[in-house]
């Protein structure tokens, strides 16, 4: 298929048969041998892949979607490595620490690429070891691993026959790490998989108009080789999908690409430009990707798409030396039930030395939850999201494969008794603790609840068979119940906790209006003999309010409960809040706008108000006390956009839309109450909104609550 020509510097020309003209690719001169290889690897991408020869692997049926990620769903814990010449430095530059995370250095601490090239120069991971980062992930109960083939620095970890900037070529290792680790791996029974950066701050075509060089002759051949010479890929986990020149298209043209390669391949959301910020999930199914990526947190709710939660044990995913901020092993424990409560995987990251070397603090806490793991590592592996994924704060429910077995996971010891709504034994079933052979006694008592009796001996914190967690084993189904009512209030307002000034009206709303629902205002749990709901019910003083749907004296419903807060029987300072659904790219007019709901928080900020992910606006407004006359500086810190007016007056015009970004303003104000109010909008992406204040007398600060008043 190709006539070779002659060699100029560093561009190799050839004769592609397939759109019959010369074409060229630039590489450095490593030896022929690569070179040639370079090209008949990249030929072949091309007759394979040329127009409309390549398969669209993006109508793919449901059936074929399910089998592919079978082996992933049933993984559901996974390790994330990311590791590179970032760990030299290990957050510190000329002798500054340096903020953010550790892999961005060059980036953030804008160091020039020829002082960079002296980290590489520097990279020689004398101390590391495949089979024991494999062994690790193993004993800990993971089942893949993603590592970093190449993050945005650009620095390869294996042997690239396309640059010398890699492993081999440009560090003195020497040594291929990934092709160590891809042998380790399969030699635990590890799935190996790559993350891989779309975005490269070292090629020099890797932005701007060049960019479509760089993909041709740089990405696409690098990820050829990922995936044809290290074996069996899991999945390319790609990042840096939100720089400007990559589009949806290139996305789809990407994700095709591999699948091309490699029909098997799982890929993840970031191929494209679906997923909206840290929460990762994509905007709607026309987005390339396989799963959604949520950063640095978890889905408040079970997801019907696929989706990997991808977290750090500290605050940074590549090395850093003074980052001793670690999460306790039980944190970690619970984050990994509920990912799978939820239906999602947990990919936790870990950041090795210069030297090659997993940190002790992770691999202490690897190492306890292996050993959790030992005991209930069929929760975790083979088991998919339960009809319900929780009951109350401390239980998460999951389900096996085959849907026969419950996993009802406490997150605190339940005492001597678990009391369950949702599950249903099989009659003369055994109900069982992970850990313990010993069956549990078991019954379904007045109210219609599952209540398992836990034995004395394991009632003793010393006799329990682990440690964070505990798993009881039921094999049954789901009560055939509705989702709990709906208590809300005249301002339409919901949720575990709303606040009010003197009266309030409530209202409970069932899914089925045929079916009574009765109510307790004491705390109690609501029985068929509790007051039935018929009207609005008026609180005038702090109350918790229960509900449940019974039909035929039988409970139908799971339990309602909100918590009402007179916020004077509580001593609350508070802001007005008024709460808006719309998609804007700057702050609209929201005098001309209705609100969706309204009430009252006693801070700014998102947590109170419950907004959904994307495309909302807030506006909170009232009164801020000063008590020392004075000039003051305010900040807005917001994505997106946002404004803080004073008596009617703009302070801070922070609008449009952007990351987390702050702004300030002054105004000189005088001893007394003063008007505030500050209007925010998210569109897509991450959101957040947070308001500081400073003076000659006070150190810039959130504004404290006790300054706080509402309009009443």
């Known amino acids: 298929m190709l006539n070779?020509?002659?060699k100029f510097d560093d561009i190799y020309f050839y004769f592609d048969l397939q759109e019959n003209k010369i074409k060229q690719v630039e590489m450095k001169p490593k030896s022929f041998l690569k070179n040639l290889i370079l090209l008949l690897v990249t030929s072949a991408t091309i007759i394979r892949c040329g127009p409309g020869e390549m398969k669209n692997y993006l109508n793919e049926s449901t059936l074929d979607f399910d089998k592919r990620m079978e082996w992933w769903r049933d993984a559901g814990f996974g390790m994330f490595i990311h590791w590179g010449a970032y760990s030299v430095p290990a957050g510190i530059y000329r002798g500054n620490e340096i903020p953010g995370i550790g892999e961005w250095i060059m980036n953030t601490a804008n160091i020039p690429i020829p002082e960079y090239e002296e980290f590489v120069k520097q990279f020689n991971p004398v101390k590391f070891d495949a089979d024991e980062w494999a062994r690790i992930a193993k004993d800990a109960g993971m089942k893949y691993i993603v590592i970093t083939s190449k993050h945005h620095d650009g620095f390869c970890l294996?042997?690239?026959r396309v640059t010398e900037y890699d492993i081999i070529d440009f560090s003195p290792f020497g040594r291929d790490i990934l092709k160590e680790l891809s042998v380790a791996c399969r030699n635990e029974g590890i799935r190996l998989c790559f993350y891989h950066s779309i975005m490269d701050w070292h090629h020099p075509d890797a932005s701007g108009n060049n960019f479509p060089k760089y993909r041709d002759e740089y990405l696409k051949p690098q990820v050829k080789e990922l995936i044809t010479g290290?074996?069996?890929?899991?999945?390319?986990?790609?990042?840096?999908e939100w720089i400007e020149e990559w589009t949806e298209d290139q996305g789809k043209d990407l994700y095709n690409?591999?699948?091309n390669i490699e029909p098997d391949m799982i890929i993840n959301n970031r191929v494209g430009k679906g997923r909206m910020g840290m929460q990762g999930m994509n905007i709607d199914e026309s987005y390339a990707g396989d799963f959604g990526?949520?950063?640095?947190e978890i889905l408040g709710e079970k997801?019907?798409?696929?989706?990997e939660s991808c977290m750090t044990m500290n605050n940074t995913w590549g090395f850093k030396k003074n980052d001793h901020d670690w999460k306790p092993t039980e944190v970690l424990i619970h984050n990994l039930v509920d990912i799978a409560a939820k239906g999602g995987n947990y990919l936790l990251n870990v950041g090795p030395t210069g030297e090659g070397i997993i940190p002790q603090p992770s691999v202490d806490r690897l190492k306890e939850m292996g050993q959790w793991m030992k005991i209930?590592?069929?929760?975790?592996h083979n088991s998919r999201a339960f009809r319900f994924y929780r009951e109350g704060d401390d239980i998460r429910l999951v389900q096996s494969k085959d849907g026969e077995t419950i996993y009802a996971v406490t997150l605190s010891w339940p005492g001597s008794s678990l009391t369950l709504e949702s599950i249903k034994p099989d009659p003369g079933s055994e109900v069982k603790l992970l850990g313990s052979e010993t069956p549990l006694t078991w019954i379904i008592n007045e109210k219609g609840n599952l209540e398992i009796e836990i034995p004395d001996n394991l009632r003793e914190e010393a006799n329990r068979p682990c440690k964070y967690a505990w798993t009881f084993k039921i094999r049954g189904e789901a009560f055939p119940l509705a989702d709990a009512p709906a208590i809300v209030t005249n301002l339409n307002e919901s949720g575990d906790e709303i606040l009010f000034d003197g009266k309030i009206e409530v209202r409970i709303e069932g899914a089925d209006p045929e079916v009574p629902i009765h109510f307790t205002t004491n705390g109690s749990d609501p029985t068929p003999a509790s007051p039935e709901y018929t009207s609005p019910v008026i609180l005038e003083t702090s109350t918790v309010i229960k509900a449940k749907a019974f039909l035929n004296g039988s409970k139908a419903s799971f339990t309602a409960i909100a918590e009402f807060l007179d916020i004077e029987d509580e001593g609350f300072h508070c802001l007005n809040y008024e709460y808006y659904e719309g998609e804007w790219e700057q702050l609209p007019d929201f005098n001309q706008l209705d609100p969706l709901r309204k009430g009252l928080v006693t801070e700014i900020g998102l947590s109170q108000v419950r907004p959904r992910e994307n495309y909302f606006g807030i506006v909170f407004s009232g009164k801020i006390k000063i008590s020392e006359p004075g000039e003051y500086l305010f900040y807005t810190e917001s994505d997106d956009g946002s404004r803080l007016y004073v008596n009617g007056e703009m302070i801070v015009d922070n609008d449009g839309l952007h990351g987390m970004e702050e702004k300030a303003g002054r105004i000189t104000l005088k001893e007394g109450n003063h008007d505030i109010r500050i209007t925010y909008f998210e569109a897509g992406g991450g959101n957040g909104i947070r308001v500081f204040m400073e003076?000659?007398?006070?150190?810039?600060?959130?504004?404290p609550n006790e300054l706080l008043e509402h309009y009443r």
Not at 230 to 238: H, S, T
Not at 293 to 296: A, H, I, Y
Not at 695 to 703: C, F, R
Request: avoid cysteine.
């Open 4 to 6: 070779f020509n002659r």
């Open 158 to 160: 294996w042997d690239s």
């Open 230 to 240: 290290y074996g069996d890929i899991g999945v390319m986990w790609f990042d840096g």
């Open 257 to 259: 690409f591999v699948r």
């Open 293 to 296: 990526t949520p950063e640095q």
């Open 303 to 307: 997801s019907g798409l696929d989706w």
């Open 376 to 380: 209930n590592g069929e929760v975790i």
């Open 695 to 703: 003076s000659p007398e006070m150190e810039k600060q959130e504004i």
